[in-house]
C-alpha cells in the first residue's frame, strides 16, 4: 500500500536541543507539507513543498526548518527547541495532477519538550 | 484571517441516528472542502471531498455544500459507536492553484450504544 511514514513517532527532548522529524511516503506525490496540532488550536501549517527545490513557509514557521531531501523524503527541524514546540507534529502528501486538492497524512510524530 | 468555524461539542447521538456536523467558512472564493476523521492519538484520515454546491454521498456518509451561505455539513447516516471520533471540516481559502488547507478546530462525536 502506497503510504505516508513518519520517525521517530515519539521523541522527548530538553530545551536548547536539536531535532530532526522525518516524512518518507511512497505515494508518489509531488507536494508534501509539515503540521503541528495543539488542543484547543487545531492544525497549522508549518511549511509546505511542491517539487525538491520548492520550499514556502507556512502560518507558523519561526523556530523549525524544513529539507527535501527527494521527492520521497521531507525533513522537518527544530534549531534550538523550547517547550512551547511540544505537540503532535503531522506530515501529508497530495497530488494535484488527479484533479483534487486531498491531503493524506502520516500517523503522526508526538513531540515533547522539557 | 480566512477562518473555518465548527461547532466544538461534543455532539452526542444515539446509535442507528443521524449525526449532522456543520462547518461554516469565511472566504468567499473557497473552491474546495473536506471533512477528516481523527481518532484521539491518531492522524486525521480523509473521508470526503467537496467542490460544487449541492450533496455528494459516499456510503452511509453525504457532504452538503452551499457556497452563497459558505456553509458545508457532514451528516452520518446509522451513526456507530466506530464513529465516535473529531471531525475536522477543512477549506481552500483560494481560487484555483492555492494550496495551503484551512482547519477548524473540530467537533467531537460520539455515538452512544
Known amino acids: 500500500d502506497a503510504d505516508v511514514t513518519q520517525t521517530p513517532r515519539n521523541r522527548i527532548t530538553k530545551t536548547g536541543k536539536r531535532i530532526m522529524l522525518e516524512c518518507s511516503q511512497t505515494k508518489g506525490h509531488d507536494r508534501m507539507y509539515w503540521y503541528r496540532q495543539d488542543p484547543g488550536l487545531g492544525l497549522r501549517l508549518i511549511y509546505y513543498s511542491f517539487d525538491v527545490k520548492d520550499i514556502n513557509k507556512g502560518e507558523i514557521s519561526d523556530g523549525y526548518s524544513v529539507s527535501r531531501q527527494a521527492q520521497a523524503k521531507f525533513s522537518l527541524s527544530l534549531e534550538s527547541a523550547i517547550p512551547n514546540q511540544t505537540a503532535l507534529y503531522f506530515c501529508?502528501?497530495?497530488?494535484?495532477?488527479?484533479?483534487?486538492?486531498?491531503?493524506?497524512f502520516g500517523p503522526g510524530t508526538r513531540l515533547t519538550v522539557l | 484571517q480566512k477562518e473555518v468555524e465548527q461547532n466544538s461539542g461534543p455532539l452526542s447521538v444515539p446509535e442507528g441516528a443521524i449525526a449532522s456536523l456543520n462547518c461554516t467558512y469565511s472566504d468567499r472564493v473557497s473552491q474546495s472542502f473536506f471533512w477528516y476523521r481523527q481518532y484521539s492519538g491518531k492522524s486525521p484520515e480523509l473521508i470526503m471531498s467537496i467542490y460544487s454546491n449541492g450533496d455528494k454521498e459516499d456510503g452511509r456518509f453525504t457532504a452538503q455544500l452551499n457556497k452563497a451561505s459558505q456553509y458545508v455539513s457532514l451528516l452520518i447516516r446509522d451513526s456507530q459507536p466506530s464513529d465516535s471520533a473529531t471531525y475536522l471540516c477543512?477549506?481552500?481559502?483560494?481560487?484555483?492553484?492555492?494550496?495551503?488547507?484551512?482547519f477548524g478546530k473540530g467537533t467531537k462525536l460520539s455515538v452512544i450504544p
Open positions: 501529508a502528501t497530495s497530488d494535484p495532477s488527479t484533479g483534487g486538492d486531498e491531503q493524506f
Open positions: 477543512a477549506v481552500i481559502p483560494s481560487g484555483a492553484g492555492s494550496y495551503q488547507l484551512t
